[in-house]
């Protein structure tokens, strides 16, 4: 448990350093590309991130758990896909989101039952999900965008308040609902204990499988409600949106914002600071010129350092 909160006052500190990353990364900006700070760019900057953010604090539950869910993105097109299908063929608007969130849901509730209470290894789990889920979204679609939604759709759900796009107000949402339930509630407090060390919960009579199901399903809902907003922002959904690169985008954030893959230690906040600090480097690197896959590589070896870290500290720990 000393470890534990150990981890916990550095992961607090990560957060500073997190921060500062953030403010480094404006000043290169600043200097080098003024126009990345017009308002539009910056709110288009802080849509993205809130897209990406809210996806990751849904992994956040599942690595503090000491899981892995590899099926998000793969689920949130899948999500978006059902709901976008249904509101076509019904031209309701409330009929969608509630499917996208059912779905995610579901699909998080199936993982959770697996590996909680099945005792399955979630890395496999949720390679398979993530196969299925995408197999069946590419077969329903014949790999087609699936357009025809009601248009007010877009107008609720890319309406603005106080001159920001909704879904960066629901990020904040979510940033505070996350942070107060991993922090405060006794969910989170089961959780973190699960994932720090799961033979040690067991013996206090916490009921493992339980607490991992839930934040599946946490995980899961959360890919639900970010399709609602990526379905709304793109005007069509597309098996293409659970790509890989996303993947890569979703662990990447929760990695740089302090979550470790070992379990027991992460917090929502972390995760919120770690998607921007995502979303900067891509369109830093967009605006300098530099070719995609060049981006997959910085993002690819900026996880292998931060987690080499994180197995150094654990150890050390």
Known sequence: MTALLAGRHSQYLGNLVIGLLVIGLLAVMYVNAPSFFRVNNLINVLVQASILGTLAIGLCFVFVGGGIDLSLPATMAFAGIIGAMLMRDTQMVWIGPLAMLAVGSLVGAFNGFAVGFLSMKPFVVTLATMTVVGGFSIWITASQSVFGHPYVFEDIFLCRFLSLPVSVWVFFLAIIAGQLCLEKAPYGQKLR?????????????????????????????????????????????????????????????????????????????????????????????NLFGISFFASLVVKGAIILLLVYIDTIMRRRA
């Not at 922002?233 to 659970?242: D, F, I």
Request: net charge positive; hydrophobic share 55%; aromatic share 6%.
């Open 193 to 285: 204990a699960v994932g720090y060390n799961e033979r040690a919960a067991l013996i206090a009579r916490v009921s493992t499988g339980k607490i991992v199901w839930g934040s599946y399903v946490i995980a899961g809902a959360a890919a639900g409600l970010t399709a609602i907003f990526l379905v709304a922002r793109l005007g069509s959904a597309s098996a293409k949106l659970g790509s890989d690169a996303l993947l890569l985008d979703v662990i990447s954030a929760c990695v740089i914002g302090r979550v470790s893959i070992y379990g027991g230690i992460g917090t929502p906040l972390g995760v919120a600071l770690g998607a921007l600090v995502v979303t900067l480097i891509t369109n830093s690197l």
